[in-house]
């Protein structure tokens, strides 16, 4: 079965600062991998999703996630965070069977300071 | 594209009884899953629907939560009797089949005191 660990449970950065979440997934193949976010009171949101092809995975709102099937890792990425970008992220591995359930981390709370 | 559109948004029950949560996925999607979110964590999937048959049930607490998607269109998530660990948001999801597109309705956000 597959899992997902988010090792960070709350981050806070600086405005304009650089931004890393960290993901950590095990599944017995390649996975499906998706990062979504979520802003109190709201559903989930998909930022990006990596099923195959290039490593590196250009999304919405600036973010970015590069597989690195070595480390089982697809952490989130944005050069210079906004103050709207403060939210609960969560990473998720979509299994490549009949099901395609998701599975999803414990979450990142990000913090942006002023 | 219309969402996933789920209601209630919010739900104040009382521990022992029931309430019952519901879905209408995206038109034309096939899968829907229900999903449990206990403040603090990712969602946990409960229950997963291919037209209108489970694929996927073995997270549901069957004793008290029961689910149904009758005519493979919307659906309808149960619990009876609720209780105190129950409170939580309920996320529905759809996806196309043909691709790997899921969507997530806004959630129902139930309190059991």
């Known amino acids: 079965a597959q899992s997902v660990t988010q090792p960070d449970i709350h981050i806070t950065v600086s405005e304009g600062a650089s931004l890393e979440l960290r993901c950590n997934y095990s599944?017995?193949?390649?996975?499906?991998l998706f990062w979504y976010v979520q802003s109190p009171g709201q559903g989930l949101q998909l930022l990006l999703k990596?099923?195959?092809?290039?490593?590196l995975v250009q999304g919405i709102k600036g973010f970015e996630a590069e597989f690195k099937r070595s480390q089982s890792s697809f952490n989130l990425r944005k050069p210079s965070v906004h103050w709207s970008d403060a939210a609960e992220y969560f990473c998720?591995?979509?299994?490549?069977?009949?099901?395609?359930?998701?599975?999803f981390g414990g979450g990142t709370r990000l913090m942006v300071k002023p | 594209e219309a969402g996933v559109a789920q209601s209630p948004r919010y739900k104040i029950i009382e521990k022992r009884q029931s309430v019952a949560f519901w879905c209408n996925p995206i038109?034309?999607?096939?899968?829907l899953y229900w999903y449990q979110q206990i403040l603090g964590q990712g969602p946990k999937l409960l229950i997963q629907?291919?037209?209108?048959?489970?694929?996927?049930d073995s997270q549901l607490p069957k004793d008290r939560f029961s689910a149904e998607r009758l005519k493979g269109v919307d659906s309808t998530l149960k619990i009876q009797p609720a209780k105190l660990e129950d409170s939580a948001v309920y996320l529905c999801?759809?996806?196309?089949?043909?691709?790997?597109?899921?969507?997530f309705g806004s959630g129902t956000r139930l309190t059991v005191v």
């Open positions: 990596y099923f195959s092809g290039d490593t």
């Open positions: 999801a759809s996806r196309n089949t043909d691709t790997y597109g899921y969507t």
């Open positions: 998720a591995v979509g299994a490549r069977n009949a099901g395609n359930m998701l599975t």
């Open positions: 038109s034309g999607h096939a899968t």
């Open positions: 629907f291919q037209n209108n048959g489970v694929v996927d």
């Open positions: 599944y017995g193949a390649t996975p499906y």
